[in-house]
């Protein structure tokens, strides 16, 4: 008999701690969809503090941090800090998650996180983060973009031949990303191939026409070409 009332103690208390778990859970919902922050923060922690392993107030907590980390970088404030704390979220609801429904949101989280990274430490080594955000998320075509700069800086050829293949692949596959053109052209005109960075830089300009950049080094680019027609090196 004292056996069946313990049992039925710990079911009530089960059932009484979920309960609590999901009312936190709600709250932090309600908090992050109208952008209380903090708020948030406290009820998925609270959650967590009682279930570490619940998905929902995980996923929610990475979110809240996430959204902090967001307005911060638009008020100029440095997000490192903010930014690591949001992986490190994203991380651990990994081990509880395999989905992969939270594959984009990390992936994008670990670009931040690298961009962050180099400007606290311009030196930072965020390859392994970008090589983890493009196995997240294929089409995180903004890893690819700061990896390919990144090697880009390199004086090692196989470095270079493998950043051009990296904007070559982005243009490939979204034709869109005018970023890639520019940065594309960028190292054909750094090689002296001026025919190649005005190629590149044209059709950037087709995609995006009020790009000033690419209004500019376009102009320049003919003008080079224009001068070595007519002194008969081209």
């Known amino acids: ?3 069946c009332i313990r049992l039925l103690a710990t079911f009530a208390f089960a059932l009484l701690l ?4 999901e009312n936190d859970v709600r709250r932090g919902n309600d908090a992050l969809r109208i952008g209380d922050y903090d708020r948030a923060v406290i009820s998925f922690n609270k959650a967590l503090d009682a279930d ?10 990475a ?9 911060s970088e638009r008020l100029r404030i440095p997000t490192f800090d903010l930014w690591s704390q949001a992986a490190k ?3 651990i609801l990994s081990n509880i998650d395999s989905s992969g429904k939270i594959n984009a949101n990390y992936s994008t989280c670990l670009f931040y996180l690298a961009r962050a990274a180099l400007k606290h430490d ?15 998320d294929s089409l995180n ?10 090697l880009a800086k390199s004086d090692i050829p196989d470095n ?15 034709p869109d990303f005018v970023s890639a053109y520019i940065n594309l052209g960028n190292m054909y005109w750094d090689e002296g191939d001026v025919e190649s960075a005005w190629d590149t830089w044209s059709a950037g300009l087709q995609k995006s026409p009020k790009n000033q950049s690419l209004i500019y080094w376009t102009h320049v680019a003919e003008d080079s070409l224009k001068a070595m027609v007519l002194s008969g090196r081209l």
């Open 1 to 3: 008999m004292l056996g």
């Open 18 to 21: 979920a309960a609590c778990v």
């Open 52 to 61: 570490p392993a619940n998905r929902d107030a995980r996923y929610g907590l």
């Open 63 to 71: 979110l809240s941090y996430y959204a902090i980390a967001e307005e």
């Open 89 to 91: 979220e994203f991380r």
């Open 122 to 136: 311009g030196s930072a080594d965020v390859m392994p983060m970008l090589d983890q955000s493009i196995q997240l």
């Open 141 to 150: 075509y903004f890893s690819y973009n700061l990896k390919a700069l990144i």
């Open 160 to 174: 270079l031949k493998t950043a051009k293949n990296i904007y070559i692949h982005i243009i490939t596959h979204d």
